[in-house]
């Protein structure tokens, strides 16, 4: 089944179509830049090209990536009607979307409803969805939530210590975030380590948004996000876990209200807010000779061992480290400072093996008899996206 595959951002919108029977990218789109001036998109087959075009809003945006597909010069399919279904990355509606949903226009109007639960991510994804159902609208969207894969968390992991009306009447709780990439991190342990039933996985997913997941028995009991994508450990922009005292103190040294000081931890803060220079950790990596930046680089290290840590406790022990998503799989520094002193909880870290590793491929980077096991899976949460969306239309 031919699937599109979207996620939509404030000013972009990422998409590709996906053979779901074998998992092929047929194409895939890259819009940057829309509403504003100089807008392109990226659209990759076999070779990718830059088509520069002025895209005021997402439906436009939309449309010529469809154009596109059915080009006859950049084409990959005769007709639109091949498409099958439209998955759409979705972040956080509230407790009761805990699973991925057919978005029908009813569903649709309760999730705007819903949207103060991920208020950085929802209203663009809103965005997307709706051009979607006005330029296919006999296609069947599908939200494919990036919360679902942690409704397994028991009531103590995700109740916060506040009082208990919150939760009641406002679903103020731990929700989490990435679960569609720590899910398919469990689908390949149970690929490559057998059955799940009493294995204990941490799954890193390390980006420039980052969190850290506890996977027992192959479903998640903890996760590092919180109601919001903007706790856990330390991140490219993001602050990770704070004191919330520390918000007032900001609107108050800063003279800015609340929205603009949760901005300022959402954007400004985490490795460009220590370093003041980059947010990246190719550019972190490459000036570890500055001490604002080897001090951003050790405070992420550090929140990132303490979780493993923590999670570990609660499992009663740990089987497999997994670190997947950009710097997860691409960054040996990050992963060696990570697994560094960590003998005692049985990792025997090969430090060559991480060093040299090709790039791409699942890799373990533990010596044979390590008794905890440490390997890179690269994630694909697209094509999870893309398999619930064909599971639900069939």
Same mark, same amino acid.
């Given at each position: 089944?031919?699937?599109?595959? =979207?996620?939509?951002?404030?000013?972009?919108?990422?998409?590709?179509?996906?053979?779901?029977?074998?998992?092929? =990218?047929?194409?895939?789109?890259?819009?940057?830049?829309?509403?504003?001036?100089?807008?392109?998109?990226?659209?990759?087959?076999?070779?990718?090209?830059?088509?520069?075009?002025?895209?005021?809003?997402?439906?436009?945006?939309?449309?010529?990536?469809?154009?596109?597909?059915?080009?006859?010069?950049?084409?990959?399919?005769?007709?639109?009607?091949?498409?099958?279904?439209?998955?759409?990355?979705? +972040?956080?509606?509230?407790?009761?979307?805990?699973?991925?949903? =057919?978005?029908?226009?009813?569903?649709?109007?309760?999730?705007?409803?819903?949207?103060?639960?991920?208020?950085?991510?929802?209203?663009?994804?809103? *965005?997307?969805?709706?051009?979607?159902?006005?330029?296919?609208?006999?296609?069947?969207?599908?939200?494919?939530?990036?919360?679902?894969?942690?409704?397994?968390?028991?009531?103590?992991?995700? *109740?916060?210590?506040?009082?208990?009306?919150?939760?009641?009447?406002?679903?103020?709780?731990?929700?989490?975030?990435?679960?569609?990439?720590?899910?398919?991190?469990?689908?390949?342990?149970?690929?490559?380590?057998?059955?799940?039933?009493?294995?204990?996985?941490?799954?890193?997913?390390?980006?420039?948004?980052?969190?850290?997941?506890?996977?027992?028995?192959?479903?998640?009991?903890?996760?590092?996000?919180?109601?919001?994508?903007?706790?856990?450990? +330390?991140?490219? *922009?993001?602050?990770?876990?704070?004191? $919330?005292?520390? +918000?007032?103190?900001?609107?108050?040294?800063?003279?800015?209200?609340?929205?603009?000081?949760?901005?300022?931890?959402?954007?400004?803060?985490?490795?460009?807010?220590? *370093?003041?220079?980059?947010?990246?950790?190719?550019?972190?990596?490459?000036?570890?000779?500055? $001490?604002?930046?080897?001090?951003?680089?050790?405070?992420?290290?550090?929140?990132?061992?303490?979780?493993?840590?923590?999670?570990?406790?609660?499992?009663?022990? =740990?089987?497999?480290?997994?670190?997947?998503?950009?710097?997860?799989?691409?960054?040996?520094?990050?992963?060696?400072?990570?697994?560094?002193?960590?003998?005692?909880?049985?990792?025997?870290?090969?430090?060559?093996?991480?060093?040299?590793? $090709?790039?791409?491929?699942?890799?373990?980077?533990?010596?044979?008899?390590?008794? +905890?096991?440490?390997?890179?899976?690269?994630?694909?949460?697209?094509?999870?996206?893309?398999?619930?969306?064909?599971?639900?239309?069939?």
């Amino acid at each position: 089944m031919k699937v599109l595959v =979207v996620n939509s951002g404030s000013s972009s919108l990422k998409a590709q179509l996906m053979e779901t029977d074998n998992g092929k =990218v047929l194409a895939k789109a890259y819009c940057q830049r829309i509403g504003l001036d100089k807008s392109f998109m990226e659209y990759k087959t076999n070779e990718k090209v830059i088509i520069n075009f002025d895209m005021p809003n997402h439906k436009v945006a939309f449309k010529l990536f469809l154009d596109t597909l059915i080009s006859k010069d950049k084409g990959v399919i005769k007709d639109l009607n091949e498409i099958k279904a439209i998955g759409h990355r979705v +972040v956080n509606f509230g407790e009761k979307y805990n699973k991925s949903f =057919v978005i029908t226009k009813e569903i649709y109007e309760d999730m705007e409803k819903n949207i103060h639960f991920a208020p950085l991510h929802n209203p663009p994804a809103m *965005t997307g969805i709706k051009a979607c159902m006005e330029l296919m609208p006999n296609v069947k969207n599908v939200g494919v939530l990036d919360t679902a894969f942690h409704s397994t968390m028991p009531d103590y992991a995700y *109740t916060y210590a506040i009082p208990y009306e919150f939760y009641e009447k406002n679903k103020i709780r731990r929700y989490g975030a990435h679960g569609t990439s720590h899910r398919y991190i469990a689908m390949k342990c149970a690929d490559l380590f057998g059955d799940l039933k009493g294995k204990k996985i941490i799954s890193c997913h390390l980006g420039s948004g980052s969190s850290i997941c506890a996977i027992k028995d192959g479903v998640s009991i903890d996760t590092s996000m919180g109601y919001t994508p903007l706790a856990g450990v +330390v991140m490219g *922009t993001r602050s990770g876990d704070i004191d $919330p005292a520390i +918000v007032k103190e900001i609107m108050q040294i800063k003279n800015i209200d609340i929205d603009k000081a949760i901005n300022l931890l959402n954007k400004e803060s985490g490795l460009i807010g220590v *370093t003041g220079e980059y947010s990246d950790l190719r550019d972190i990596d490459n000036n570890l000779d500055k $001490p604002r930046v080897k001090l951003a680089f050790d405070l992420m290290v550090y929140s990132i061992k303490k979780y493993i840590g923590a999670y570990a406790a609660i499992m009663n022990g =740990v089987d497999y480290i997994i670190f997947t998503a950009g710097v997860g799989e691409n960054d040996e520094l990050v992963r060696e400072a990570v697994c560094k002193d960590m003998e005692y909880l049985g990792i025997d870290f090969d430090y060559e093996v991480n060093k040299n590793a $090709p790039r791409g491929t699942i890799q373990e980077f533990t010596k044979k008899g390590s008794k +905890v096991k440490v390997y890179r899976i690269p994630t694909d949460e697209e094509y999870m996206i893309a398999l619930d969306t064909a599971n639900l239309v069939k």
